[in-house]
């Protein structure tokens, strides 16, 4: 199993992001129940294929506070500080 | 007669008098188009912000953020000798396959560029390939990975100053990687949403999207959507936005006219709507999409809809790159493949798009289609290219490939036509149904409708 992510939506298409930068496009119908933009899941890849995927509400969850405590250091400019020595 | 000689003085200063060169692409299709008089609007400073470097950077002026005035005569533009009075711009839009990414250069030097396609559409080498080694400004429209893939190679591997973005998150690897990608570069991050302005030299991107309270769950509708005016040439960027945010547009009283129009979203069926399109006016549009991409972009009533107001379409999967010159007084459309789009309207009868006719290189054009057809009745296609050359034609329905009597190879008669009719079967599924012809080495494609 390898962990991705739900990129965004495209018509009937759901555009999945791996780790590795894989893209698929998966039915959007056959998603699991609650999956949305942005929803972490457990995909398996078979000859190219997605052939199973689970919802990973765990791993949703620390992206979204890691994402964000990212982010509130880039407001902050903690980045910009540190090159100034 | 006095437009020609204008346009083509306008023509030899620009090639060879300005800065910043023109890319090094070959040109294979140059059109001319006069610039509507329009005057600026000026620029509200009340809550909005302008986000000008501090003055001890020397690569961005801080001038204000006021719309260059065209000048009264072209008089300059008689004497291939002098120089002018300001250089050109040149707004590239990138073909990085299904994805989006526009390069804007100033006459100073100084560079935007807004989105980096995926991050395998080779963004970087194709930046380098226009001699772009540094960017002043990236916007980052919104967090979707054909948008912001690319933009951690460019982050990562040429010096950037400034990350502008819509401040909107998302939870993915893409996103965290362009996070990262800024912590590294240690490039100056700011977000900014409707009034605000960002200069970039003399020029400024006005920002009309999102607006101060966006609460879009859909982050296409939250994305950055940028106004750039260049002389009397305006340029609207509409990111992914669709119906939702052009109906903000429309009532928000802002100035949304422009003669150039990236147009949003790929050119899916859910932006450009008649009601947007009529406000925009725009005289050229450009949608960026991959050749062949799954979700069916650019969409054939977004093609109608833009040549319903009188827009020359051009797209980065049948044209490559896209590149727009504006002079003070007027604009120049170069693109690097002589692509042609379905049912583009004739342009207005100039001399110089006459011209463009003329020295269009031998390619292959549809000239009609009937659409829609009924079920059960006969469809009809004609195209042109070269005479004497064998075409071929595929029609895709919902089960595959057409195998219908009458779409066999034909070659096209002396003046370059050629027309195929054949039957749409009851059975056939309704809707929106591509069509490809190829003649000799060219290809293009159209839709057409089953109902």
């Known amino acids: 199993m390898t962990k991705a992510a739900i990129d965004r939506f495209e018509g009937e298409w759901a555009v999945i992001v791996l780790e590795d930068d894989r893209r698929f496009n998966f039915p959007r119908k056959k998603l699991p129940e609650g999956c949305k933009a942005g929803s972490w899941l457990q995909v398996?890849?078979?000859d190219g294929d997605i052939k199973s995927l689970v919802i990973d509400e765990q791993e949703t969850e620390l992206a979204r506070q890691r994402i964000s405590d990212k982010l509130a250091a880039l407001r902050r400019g903690d980045h910009l500080k540190k090159s100034d020595g | 007669m006095k437009r020609i000689i204008v346009a083509l003085l306008t023509l030899f200063v620009t090639l060879s008098c300005l800065t910043p060169a023109i890319p090094d692409i070959e040109v294979v299709s140059t059109t001319v188009i006069d610039l509507q008089t329009e005057l600026p609007v000026p620029v509200t400073q009340t809550a909005e912000t302008t986000f000008a470097l501090p003055s001890s950077t020397p690569i961005l002026a801080t001038s204000p953020a006021i719309p260059i005035q065209p000048s009264d005569?072209?008089?300059i533009l008689n004497s291939p000798t002098a120089q002018p009075v300001t250089g050109n711009l040149l707004v590239t839009f990138i073909d990085v396959g299904q994805g989006d990414a526009t390069l804007i250069q100033t006459a100073e030097g100084l560079t935007a560029l807004i989105d980096g396609g995926e991050s395998d559409s080779g963004i970087v080498a194709k930046l380098q390939q226009l001699g772009v080694t540094s960017i002043d400004i990236v916007f980052a429209t919104h967090p979707h990975s054909d948008h912001?893939?690319?933009?951690?190679?460019?982050?990562?591997t040429m010096p950037v100053k400034r990350v502008v973005t819509n401040g909107k998150p998302h939870t993915t690897v893409s996103y965290e990687r362009f996070l990262d990608a800024i912590f590294s570069a240690g490039a100056e991050y700011i977000e900014v949403s409707e009034g605000d302005n960002v200069p970039l030299g003399s020029i400024n991107f006005e920002v009309l999207n999102p607006g101060r309270n966006d609460t879009s769950t859909d982050l296409n509708e939250t994305s950055l959507v940028l106004r750039l005016q260049y002389g009397s040439a305006s340029f609207l960027f509409m990111a992914d936005t669709g119906?939702?945010?052009?109906?903000?547009?429309?009532?928000?009283?802002?100035n949304i006219k422009a003669d150039i129009l990236k147009v949003g979203h790929h050119g899916s069926k859910s932006s450009s709507s008649a009601a947007f399109l009529n406000m925009v006016k725009p005289q050229v549009a450009?949608?960026?999409a991959g050749?062949?991409?799954?979700?069916?972009?650019?969409h054939p009533a977004t093609i109608t809809n833009l040549n319903a107001v009188g827009a020359t379409v051009y797209g980065t999967d049948l044209h490559g790159n896209v590149v727009i010159t504006a002079t003070q007084l007027e604009y120049f459309v170069a693109t690097t493949n002589n692509g042609q789009i379905a049912s583009t309207i004739e342009q207005d009868a100039t001399p110089l798009a006459t011209a463009t006719k003329i020295s269009a290189p031998?390619?292959?054009?549809?000239?009609?289609?009937?659409?829609?057809?009924?079920?059960?009745?006969?469809a009809s296609l004609t195209a042109k290219s070269q005479p004497g050359v064998m075409c071929t034609i595929t029609v895709h329905y919902k089960s595959g490939p057409s195998k219908a009597s009458g779409l066999e190879p034909k070659t096209t008669d002396g003046n370059g036509n050629v027309t195929w009719q054949w039957k749409v079967s009851a059975n056939t599924a309704s809707g929106d149904w591509r069509i490809e012809v190829s003649c000799g080495s060219k290809k293009t494609e159209t839709y057409f409708t089953v109902k």
């Open chain 2, 291 to 298: 050749a062949g991409n799954s979700y069916g972009h650019p």
């Open chain 2, 362 to 378: 031998a390619g292959v054009e549809i000239v009609s289609v009937i659409s829609p057809v009924t079920k059960g009745s006969t």
């Open chain 2, 73 to 75: 005569t072209p008089v």
């Open chain 2, 148 to 156: 912001i893939g690319g933009l951690v190679h460019v982050l990562n």
């Open chain 2, 243 to 254: 119906n939702p945010t052009e109906r903000r547009l429309l009532s928000s009283g802002r």
């Open chain 1, 44 to 46: 398996e890849v078979i």
């Open chain 2, 286 to 288: 450009v949608y960026s």
